[in-house]
């Protein structure tokens, strides 16, 4: 198993501009979850699913789309990249849905956005 | 509403000391605890858990973690840090929802 893979690893931004950040599990997890860690804040919830075709918001979900089309997919979509989504994004999944056990993370993707 | 909170901001100690984690938590019903684990440039994995039983949890790499229901809190210990142990370290509550608390920093010095 490879766990959970996120793509990609480091990636600079432009304001305004979109892009996608990819993760994917092969555990057949149903819960998967964004997050992201900046300093002094820890991690926070921006976007979740409990199953395909279901997502929800999280804490901090303004500026970011997700969705579920598949089990092992879940995709995090920037729509217009603002300095303030500078962080390290991790993709995390768990067995259970819809109330998540232990979280299983990706190694993260660092963003830029200058 | 649900919240954690990790007093302990940046801790340093020398190789062998003894460590305490502070994580307490605001909910009032029944909760899920962890640890989580982040190593300089790695992602974040699971140092323990508590679900029910035995309020005492160990752990990976000799961490335990004691539930105490009355004070809310799920501090971590080690009777004898190393200096792999430098990390940050996360505690999560799940109650209605999962929340981390910001994370404590810990360096070990050799």
């Known amino acids: 198993n490879a766990g959970v893979t996120q793509t990609p690893k480091f990636q600079v931004l432009k304001t305004g501009q979109s892009m996608t950040l990819q993760c994917a599990q092969d555990?057949?997890?149903?819960?998967m979850s964004w997050y992201r860690q900046d300093p002094g804040m820890g991690l926070r919830l921006i976007h979740y699913?409990?199953?395909?075709?279901?997502?929800d918001q999280g804490e901090v979900p303004n500026g970011y789309n997700v969705s579920r089309s598949t089990t092992e997919d879940f995709p995090l979509r920037l729509l217009s990249a603002a300095p303030s989504q500078t962080s390290v994004y991790f993709c995390?999944?768990?067995?259970?849905?819809?109330?998540?056990?232990?979280?299983?993370f990706g190694p993260g993707t660092r963003l830029t956005v200058l | 509403a649900q919240s954690v909170s990790q007093h302990n901001h940046h801790v340093i100690l020398s190789e062998a000391a003894s460590l305490e984690l502070g994580c307490n938590y605001s909910y009032g019903g029944t909760v899920n605890l962890f640890w989580y684990v982040q190593y300089p440039g790695q992602h974040l994995q699971l140092l323990l858990k508590y679900f029910s039983g035995d309020p005492l949890v160990k752990g990976i790499k000799g961490f335990e973690a004691e539930f105490i229901k009355s004070k809310f809190s799920f501090n971590l210990r080690k009777p004898s840090v190393q200096w792999s142990d430098t990390a940050e370290y996360f505690c999560a509550v799940l109650g209605e929802k999962l929340t981390f608390g910001t994370g404590t920093r810990l360096t070990i010095i050799p």
């Open positions: 555990m057949n997890h149903e819960y």
């Open positions: 699913s409990v199953g395909a075709g279901i997502t």
């Open positions: 995390a999944s768990s067995l259970q849905a819809p109330y998540p056990d232990t979280q299983y």
